[in-house]
T-cell receptor
Framework: AQTVTQSQPEMSVQEAETVTLSCTYD???????LFWYKQPPSRQMILVIRQEAYKQQNATENRFSVNFQKAAKSFSLKISDSQLGDAAMYFC?????????FGKGTSLLVTP | KAGVTQTPRYLIKTRGQQVTLSCSPISGHRSVSWYQQTPGQGLQFLFEYFSETQRNKGNFPGRFSGRQFSNSRSEMNVSTLELGDSALYLC???????????????FGDGTRLSIL
């Protein structure tokens, strides 16, 4: 069975600061993908960043980057220069087949 | 390019009724998946369709069903509604099924279903 755990129900960051959201996972697969999705109040799940498990290099998308520690099964998301528009629920997800397994999410609050 | 379109956006039903939700994938996307999102259980996979065939199904009772049409549009149906079916139902599409890291899923805005 695959599990994804996000231990931080809520996080807060000031504008322009950096915040890191944590995610741990468990899978017996050797080939899998990890994702961070953002869900603003509009409800649409927006893909933020993805990481292929066999790639050691951490993925980066503009202000978003991940710290992928395969041995520790850890996949954290770092948001740099936080903006008010970053406020949303963030979900970590794991895929090794046909569906995504999501964590419970972290609510990110961005304060001016 | 239009995104994934789900209709209706909101729906209110009573226990025992049935409901049909619709999802139009991104043009060219042939795989459609459905997820249920609730505060208690989080996001859970319902089923996946490709080429009008259900390829995979999550751990949900038979009251939950779906289908896919030749134009890749999909519908899901829930019969004999229960209070616990109140949720946000999200549809996601991708070019083809399989390794979602290569062909990631794109989600719609969801249908908020409330059962009274």
């Amino acid at each position: 069975a695959q599990t994804v755990t996000q231990s931080q129900p809520e996080m807060s960051v000031q504008e322009a600061e950096t915040v890191t959201l944590s995610c741990t996972y468990d899978t017996s697969e050797s080939d899998y993908y990890l994702f961070w999705y953002k869900q603003p109040p509009s409800r649409q799940m927006i893909l933020v960043i993805r990481q292929e498990a066999y790639k050691q290099q951490n993925a980066t998308e503009n202000r978003f980057s991940v710290n992928f520690q395969k041995a520790a099964k850890s996949f954290s998301l770092k948001i740099s220069d936080s903006q008010l528009g970053d406020a949303a629920m963030y979900f970590c997800a794991l895929n090794s087949g046909y569906a995504l397994n999501f964590g419970k999410g972290t609510s990110l609050l961005v304060t001016p | 390019k239009a995104g994934v379109t789900q209709t209706p956006r909101y729906l209110i039903k009573t226990r025992g009724q049935q409901v049909t939700l619709s999802c139009s994938p991104i043009s060219g996307h042939r795989s459609v998946s459905w997820y249920q999102q609730t505060p208690g259980q989080g996001l859970q996979f319902l089923f996946e369709y490709f080429s009008e065939t259900q390829r995979n199904k999550g751990n949900f009772p038979g009251r939950f069903s779906g289908r896919q049409f030749s134009n890749s549009r999909s519908e899901m149906n829930v019969s004999t509604l229960e209070l616990g079916d109140s949720a946000l139902y999200l549809c996601a599409s991708s070019l083809v099924p399989g390794r979602l890291g290569v062909q990631p899923q794109h989600f719609g805005d969801g249908t908020r279903l409330s059962i009274l």
